[in-house]
């Protein structure tokens, strides 16, 4: 601190008592917002270290230097605050906003305050007369080494221990001879403007712009911060374009000339890092649309799924209801009609159900049902599908099943139930009427009847038995109870 203070008033002063540029304010602001308040002790050492080594002791100069370290403490601390709070962050570089209130607390304000400090100590101390002049030129001083010190040492500490929580804007890749040029043009403008007086200084405001879109953040502002000094060493030699007669003159086209090539790329970059993270966001909410699109379709298409296997199987006993059952069959028909694909139904009736809830209640009559169909399913082919009809009927479609094999696969079926012992119930049988789909099915209900026919035979003949219908005869296999 004490060294930076040295060199704002030896390598940057144009005459006695006016300084080009003013670094120390500007490191004490940086300082500030990297490690906070408890910065204090270090930023009043060096505001006494460089009084005590730039100036002869005296109890009135000890006061006075106590005095201006004590202020630029309070600057440095409450333009940080200030920042911090409206900002929101320790680095206001990232948005246009975020620019704006570091100028008007970091810059303007801050080196206002410091200025007003720093001609009252030198006024007290009998260095320099109060004037308005001292204070102006002060303020240009002081507010152009914030502009160009602060965002750099700021950059520097949080690219190194960051997180600094920003992204690269989107960028042209630069071909190889773009940095020789730009490197090329910018030393031939700033040789020409500093130390020839040639009065094209403007373009150095266009070059940093090119910086600024297609360099790194870090290189445009250092490239600022070598422009200033070079535009500060100029002038002190009498050599620039911003050379006038009257110093104070000087430091205000100086000035002037600093703190336009430094706000500028400011805002730009910061214009361009919004933008960025705008883009950022935006595809951030793409991204999270089309996944909530993908979960959706997913948990649709599951819904759908659910919905039709609900739709199409029966709540209690989870086999095929009859509405889909309505369809498988109107899809072999359909394949009959056209393929002449055969295909055979057996309706199958529990015999003395009624009896069964009658006894043992609905709950074990529904039990009972439940454990026929597990029963019946584990008999059944995998081109086979079985169906509740109603109540306690049930029928098999049989694919690509003459009535033969039909019959054979429900006297299979009969065999397996009468066999089985249900708890409580004991053993329970049916009674099975097949059928055989041929020309003159035309509809489903025609091939269900002639079904439903036989088993009304099957259990005229005693239930427990089997009736395949056969045109005008039928045949009947099993035994009666």
């Known amino acids: ?158 690219r190194i221990y960051g997180p600094l929580k920003y992204g690269q804007p989107p960028k042209l890749q630069p071909i190889s001879w773009e940095p020789i040029v730009w490197i090329s043009l910018l030393f031939v403008v700033s040789k020409l403007v500093f130390f020839h007086q040639v009065s094209i200084e403007y373009l150095i405001l266009a070059l940093l712009v090119w910086s600024a879109f297609r360099f790194s953040r870090f290189f445009t502002k250092l490239t600022i911060v070598i422009v200033s000094l070079g535009a ?111 295909f055979s139904v057996i309706l199958f009736d529990l015999d003395h159900f009624k009896a069964v809830n009658n006894h043992y209640g609905h709950v074990i009559g529904n039990t009972l049902l439940i454990e026929v169909v597990r029963l019946c399913q584990s008999c059944l082919r995998s081109t086979d599908v079985l169906g509740r009809w109603g109540g306690e009927e049930f029928i098999v479609i049989c694919p690509n099943t003459n009535l033969t094999d039909a019959n054979n696969l429900a006297e299979r079926l009969r065999k397996t139930l009468a066999a089985r012992y249900f708890e409580p119930v004991g053993y329970t049988t049916a009674s099975f009427g097949i059928a055989e789909c041929d020309s003159h099915h035309a509809l489903p209900k025609d091939l269900i009847r002639h079904a439903d026919t036989a088993l009304r035979k099957a259990k005229a003949k005693g239930r427990n038995c089997t009736v395949a219908h056969q045109g005008l005869t039928d045949s009947a296999n099993g035994q009666s109870r």
């Not at 730039?54 to 106590?66: E, G, H, Y």
């Open 232 to 342: 500060v060493i100029g002038t002190s030699q009498g050599q620039s374009a911003f050379t006038e007669a009257d110093p104070v003159q000087s430091v205000l086209f100086l000035g002037s000339f600093i703190s336009t090539i430094s706000i500028t790329p400011l805002f730009l970059m910061s214009l361009l890092e919004e933008r960025f993270q705008s883009v950022k966001a935006l595809e951030q909410t793409n991204q999270e649309l089309e996944i909530q699109v993908i979960q959706r379709t997913r948990a649709l298409s599951a819904a759908n799924a659910q919905l039709r296997k609900t739709s199409g199987t029966d709540s209690l006993t989870q086999c095929f209801n009859r509405l889909k059952i309505d369809e498988i069959l109107d899809y072999n028909l359909t394949l009959h009609h056209r393929y002449e694909q055969r």
């Open 1 to 158: 601190m004490a060294g930076s203070e040295v060199l704002g008033t030896q390598f940057t002063t144009l005459s006695e008592n006016v300084n080009a540029i003013w670094f120390p304010d500007a490191i004490a602001l940086a300082a500030t917002l990297i490690w906070g308040p408890q910065i204090w002790f270090g930023i009043l050492l060096g505001s006494l270290g460089a009084g005590l080594m730039s100036f002869s002791l005296s109890p009135l100069m000890v006061a006075c230097l106590i005095f201006f370290a004590i202020g630029n403490v309070f600057t440095a601390i409450a333009s940080a605050a200030l920042i911090q709070t409206t900002t929101g962050t320790r680095y206001p570089f990232l948005k246009a906003t975020h620019v704006l209130v570091f100028i008007a607390f970091g810059v303007c304000l801050n080196q206002l305050f410091n200025a007003m400090i720093d001609t009252s100590f030198l006024s007290l101390a009998s260095v320099m007369t109060w004037s308005n002049a001292g204070i102006l030129t002060r303020w240009i001083s002081g507010s152009v080494g914030s502009l160009i010190a602060t965002p750099l040492l700021l950059t520097c500490y949080f």
